[in-house]
Structures are given as structure tokens and as C-alpha cells.
């Protein structure tokens, strides 16, 4: 490998009024205006990402941000908890870093998000990275989503959900995940903040919206590699072939028996499929190929 791997630093971003931590290292020799931007889902955080970001460092820079309500952000009930919300508080982000040039890694929710910000500056993205999540098509919600999305009903389920029945729930739907991943995993909808932002972001967001969505994004055909695990029981793999339709020439893959944080349950599968796809269309590329 040309050059050394940068530790990840993790700074302090205000975008509006909101204060957001962001984990960025990579390459030292890369260039700073081009950068793989990680996006989480829910209930997530930037470090979520780790796994995938320790090898695309080696060859770009990366950024992974806490978005609003999740990991180290801020959970004011004042703050926009919306799928356009998020995705201007992404554009806020990259604009933060000096990002011109984007490469868009998503999983869950973070899929809305970064595709409602790409649709809004086509002229930024240079790729799409989508893991278990794109634009959500003829979708119909989980049992949980069901239950955040009915008022009151949302309210005294969220209440309820101590660290403990959080953990029996995220390992009964994901059995291939190991216990620390469970913990972590559900350590990210402990606060209250976070159970208000996932309440609010669940009930405003509307199948219309994400129809136009697709409508918007399909004329642009964006590059787009789809990674999804089979066994997700939260975004059923038939939505992985769903997303020809905003991107026509996407590249598919599934992986039987993995599920909704498959990148985690299966590091080595997952990076062999997303390290070649963003190394080959990062633009100063200094690691040998």
C-alpha cells in the first residue's frame, strides 16, 4: 500500500444549530474534496461503520457523521427529525468538510436520507453505496415501524423499551449478529431523545415521498452498487431489485442467510464486494489496485 492510513479523528460539526460528531480519517495522500460519506440508519451511529471504513481508508478519505437524534448528536425536541431534515443536515455536513465530490454509503433509514440529498446535488455524487436500504418501493412497514408510526401506542412501546427488551429484540430478529453487536446496537436507542427522533422520523415519512423520490433520481441513473442480506426482517430483499427502478444499471448482490446489518455479520463478504466497487471510481487513487 502507497502512503499510510490516517487514525480516525473524531470532530465536532455545527450544521445550523445542531451540533453533530463526525468520525473522518483515510489516505493521507487523498484528496480532500473527494471522500466516502457513511451513513447511518436506525438506530445507529457513525461507528457503526468501522468495519467497512478501516479498508476504504486505505485508499480515500472517509467521513461518517451521528446524525440528529442518534450517537453523540444533539436530540432537542426543536430539531427537524424529517427524511428532507436529514438530508439537509447532510448537505450541511459535506459542505462542513469541503466535500465536492461524493460517495455515498447508506444502511436503513441513512438510505432515504443520503438519496434525498443526492437527488438534490446530482452534480456531487460520484457513487452509491446502499446496504439493506434504498429508495422504498410498494413497502410495507415492520411491526416495529407499525407501532412507532401509531401515537400513543409509539409513545408507551418506546417508554418500555429498556436496554433489555432492546437487546431481546434486536437478537431474535438478527441471530447472526454476536452478542457485543446486540448491545451496541441497541445502546443506540437508550436515550429518550432518540426514541422522540425515531417516533417523529417514522410518522413523517410517507410512501408518496418516496415514489417521488424514484421519479427523480431515475432519469440521473446514478453508478450504484446494492448489497442486501436475505434474511433482513425489517427490509425484505425483494426491495434489493426494486432499485432498478431510480437505477437502472445498478449493480446487485444478495447474501443468502444474512440480515439487516450484514456488513457486520459478514465483514469479509461485504468488503469484498464494496472496496472494489469505491476504489474503482475514486478519482486520485494512490493505493495500487
Known amino acids: 500500500m502507497a502512503g499510510s492510513v490516517v487514525d480516525l479523528q473524531r470532530r465536532q460539526i455545527v450544521v445550523g444549530d445542531v451540533r453533530t460528531p463526525v468520525l473522518i480519517g483515510g489516505l493521507a495522500a487523498a484528496d480532500q474534496a473527494e471522500a466516502v460519506v457513511f451513513v447511518h440508519g436506525n438506530p445507529g451511529g457513525g461507528r457503526d461503520w468501522l468495519p467497512l471504513m478501516a479498508p ?25 427529525y424529517t427524511v428532507t431534515g436529514y438530508a439537509d443536515h447532510l448537505a450541511g455536513v459535506v459542505d462542513a468538510l469541503g466535500i465536492e465530490r461524493v460517495h455515498l454509503v447508506a444502511h436503513d433509514f441513512g438510505g432515504p436520507w443520503a438519496l434525498t440529498y ?76 432518540t426514541k422522540r427522533a425515531v417516533l417523529r422520523l417514522y410518522r413523517s415519512t410517507t410512501q408518496e415521498s418516496m415514489n417521488r423520490l424514484a421519479e427523480t433520481l431515475r432519469p440521473a441513473d446514478l453508478p450504484c452498487l446494492v448489497v442486501w442480506g436475505t434474511a433482513d426482517d425489517y427490509i425484505p430483499a425483494v426491495q434489493a431489485s426494486r432499485q432498478q427502478t431510480p437505477f437502472p444499471s445498478a449493480e446487485i448482490h444478495t447474501i443468502p442467510g444474512a440480515g439487516h446489518w450484514v456488513w457486520i455479520e459478514e465483514p469479509e463478504r461485504v468488503t469484498e464486494l464494496v472496496v472494489p466497487y469505491l476504489r474503482g471510481r475514486i478519482t486520485r487513487n494512490t493505493a495500487p489496485s
Open 56 to 80: 476504504v481508508s486505505e485508499f480515500a478519505r472517509v467521513v461518517a457523521p451521528d446524525m440528529p437524534g442518534f450517537g453523540g448528536a444533539e436530540k432537542r425536541a426543536d430539531q427537524d
Open 118 to 193: 443526492a437527488a438534490a446535488h446530482l452534480d456531487r455524487i460520484a457513487s452509491l453505496t446502499l446496504i439493506n436500504t434504498g429508495v422504498l418501493l410498494d413497502y410495507r412497514w415492520h411491526r416495529a415501524a407499525r407501532v412507532w408510526r401509531t401515537p400513543v401506542l409509539g409513545e408507551l412501546f418506546m417508554r418500555l423499551a429498556a436496554p433489555p427488551l432492546a437487546r431481546a429484540l434486536i437478537a431474535h430478529d438478527n441471530p447472526g449478529l454476536d452478542d457485543r453487536s446486540v448491545a451496541e446496537i441497541a445502546g443506540h436507542i437508550r436515550a429518550w431523545g
